[in-house]
């Protein structure tokens, strides 16, 4: 389920006064008696710290569940509303197409939709695609979608057998590379350490990698990195390009901080010039991207950089219930740049069944044990009353995915694994969507819902929905979801902007929620949560990972079981189990695990 900040702040608190996302003029907040800007007043102390300081460095230092997308976007909006920013001139960035996409929406219903808001990359992307005519002549070179291709072409010129995990090691390590603002000279120095790809000898790994530049640069194209690295160059090097470039953007907000690499630093800073506005948000705790090249020394080192700057700690979790908060500053006691939590859930939502006083910690003989455990668990929450997409299970790697995915099906319990076929893609979705637009073109009279539920019910949905699982309810759940996301839009939407919507959210992978329990990876599981989760393979070896061997390495995994935790709004489970499959040699609970505690009493289960 996607995270919102329906519980991000006080909006929701009868004694803070109501509070509205309308830029229409000053409201009286009840609590404190003078005229509050509307676009303030559901802002606890420090958001509206955030939200008025509009000029010069800001560094927010945001703890999961406090509300920090709330307080950037009415931070923008109320910059628009006062006329301090001309909302063309500001940049929000961020990190995915999911993320701008959800910022977009959020500016739109607060007034302030022409402040453009976009991953590092399409922003770069689109000044690459505007610059390079007039800087270099002809049109920018195509992106290159997909490395393996070129990379396989790239191992046959230098007369090197690989398999495809291999090259896939190899993609990583230029990525690597290239995000480090390495040249093949400084990461052939580096390689030592860090070791090369697959079977491959020193000489063959930087010979493919060699090679691959190579075809690049013969075809005209560009890989991802590049983008980021070619924009820089032009405006480093091109004066009329960073001036262009400054004199259109003035102010610049950057969320998720923590997840910057040095490539994206270098690029915001000459977009930057010599100014300094600009306002960052970020949890070191929630660096989960080190390996890829991310790093939180920008946001723990802003200050140092602008001595001048505001900086404010967002540490009220507006999402968990204590015992699940306490349980997240335990893990992170101690750790570099940690915030100190402090659970501020309202307690009045609906619960499913009595709430345990604290998360569990679970003991299965083997992972089999764990996965029936876990699905048999689940199934009872949903007997209970839990909706299925309000729950979810989170694995620390992909193939953990299977054995999970088959116990609750065995269970009776409707499943999606988060990372595999997207939602839009689906064969289903796709019939449904293109016969919606079909239909559209059709003038309509009726209210919008009849419209949709006439078309979807042509291809085979009902109200109510089919009994039992397998196909035809997989088919079901995703009409069903489209049919829902009716509601989702504002009053007066026609069938054609509908239509569009969908469209839209196709594009961004902004995909709906379906009803079923969500599998997912630590990692793809960040930005999202839950009512209830179950964290699995919490033994050492799988968290962490066998291959962590130093404290940078284990550091990173602490912070990914951290996000884990954090996602659990009301009910928290934690389980591990003696053996892998059928595999001989017991497991041993993970370090972490003996950090937060004992096992329940009674917990252990076989």
């Known amino acids: 389920m996607p995270a919102t900040d329906a519980t991000a702040g006080p909006a929701t608190n009868a004694a803070t006064g109501p509070a509205t996302d309308a830029a229409t003029g000053p409201a009286t907040d009840a609590a404190t008696g003078p005229a509050v800007d509307p676009l303030l007043a559901g802002l606890d102390d420090e958001q509206r710290i955030v939200a008025e300081a509009l000029i010069g460095p800001v560094c927010v230092l945001a703890g999961a569940g406090t509300g920090k997308t709330r307080a950037i976007t009415h931070r923008i909006a109320y910059g628009v509303a006062s006329g301090t920013y001309d909302p063309k001139r500001v940049m929000a960035l961020t990190f995915t197409a999911r993320a701008a996409a959800e910022l977009r929406a959020r500016l739109h219903a607060l007034g302030a939709g022409q402040v453009p808001a976009r991953t590092f990359h399409a922003a770069a992307l689109a000044q690459l695609g505007h610059f390079w005519p007039l800087v270099v002549g002809g049109p920018a070179p195509r992106v290159l979608d997909f490395k393996g291709r070129l990379l396989g072409q790239a191992a046959e010129r230098a007369k090197v057998k690989v398999d495809t995990a291999t090259l896939r090691d190899v993609a990583a390590e230029i990525e690597w590379r290239k995000v480090q603002l390495l040249g093949p000279a400084e990461y052939e120095q580096r390689l030592p350490s860090r070791g090369p790809a697959g079977q491959l000898s020193p000489e063959q790994h930087l010979a493919i990698m060699a090679a691959y530049e190579e075809l690049k640069d013969e075809r005209r194209m560009l890989d991802f990195e590049d983008v980021l690295l070619v924009t820089a160059g032009m405006i480093e090097t091109e004066p009329s390009v960073a001036m262009q470039v400054r004199e259109g953007y003035r102010h ?350 009674g917990a252990a289960r076989t």
């Not at 997989?474 to 009409?479: D, F, K, Q, T, V």
Request: with cysteine.
């Open 252 to 601: 610049f907000v950057v969320d998720e901080y923590q997840d910057v690499s040095p490539a994206q630093q270098r690029l915001l800073e000459l977009w930057l010039g010599d100014r300094a506005d600009v306002c960052v948000v970020g949890d070191a705790s929630q660096t989960i991207y080190s390996f890829a090249g991310a790093s939180s020394d920008y946001l723990l080192g802003f200050e140092r950089r602008y001595p001048d700057a505001t900086i404010v700690r967002l540490e009220r979790n507006y999402r968990s219930l204590g015992p699940i908060v306490e349980t997240a500053n335990r893990l992170m006691r101690g750790r570099a740049g940690a915030l100190r939590l402090r659970a501020d859930a309202p307690d009045d939502r609906p619960r499913p069944a009595a709430e345990p006083a604290a998360p569990r910690i679970v003991e299965y003989a083997d992972e089999f044990a764990e996965a029936r455990g876990v699905a048999a668990g689940i199934r009872e929450r949903i007997g209970a009353g839990a909706k299925p997409s309000d729950l979810a299970v989170l694995i620390r790697v992909n193939s953990q995915s299977g054995v999970y995915e088959h116990a609750l099906e065995e269970a009776g319990v409707p499943v999606r694994v988060r990372g595999a076929q997207r939602f839009f893609d689906r064969p289903e979705v796709k019939e449904a969507v293109h016969h919606l637009r079909a239909q559209a073109l059709v003038p309509a009279d009726g209210p919008l819902f009849s419209s949709v539920s006439d078309v979807l019910r042509g291809l085979g949905w009902s109200v109510r929905p089919p009994e039992g699982q397998g196909v035809v309810r997989a088919r079901w759940e995703s009409l069903d979801a489209i049919a829902r996301l009716v509601d989702d839009v504002p009053p007066g939407t026609t069938f054609r902007e509908f239509t569009d919507l969908l469209r839209t959210r196709a594009e961004t992978h902004h995909e709906p929620t379906v009803e079923a329990v969500t599998v997912a990876t630590l990692h793809s599981a960040k930005g999202l949560e839950w009512e209830e989760v179950f964290i699995v393979g919490v033994s050492e070896g799988l968290l962490p990972i066998a291959y962590a061997k130093d404290d940078t390495a284990i550091d990173e995994e602490r912070r990914l079981l951290y996000v884990g935790i954090t996602r659990a709004r009301r009910r928290l489970e934690l389980s591990w189990a003696r053996r892998a499959g059928g595999q001989r040699g017991d497991r041993e609970p993970s370090r972490f695990l003996r950090e937060l505690g004992t096992r329940t009493p």
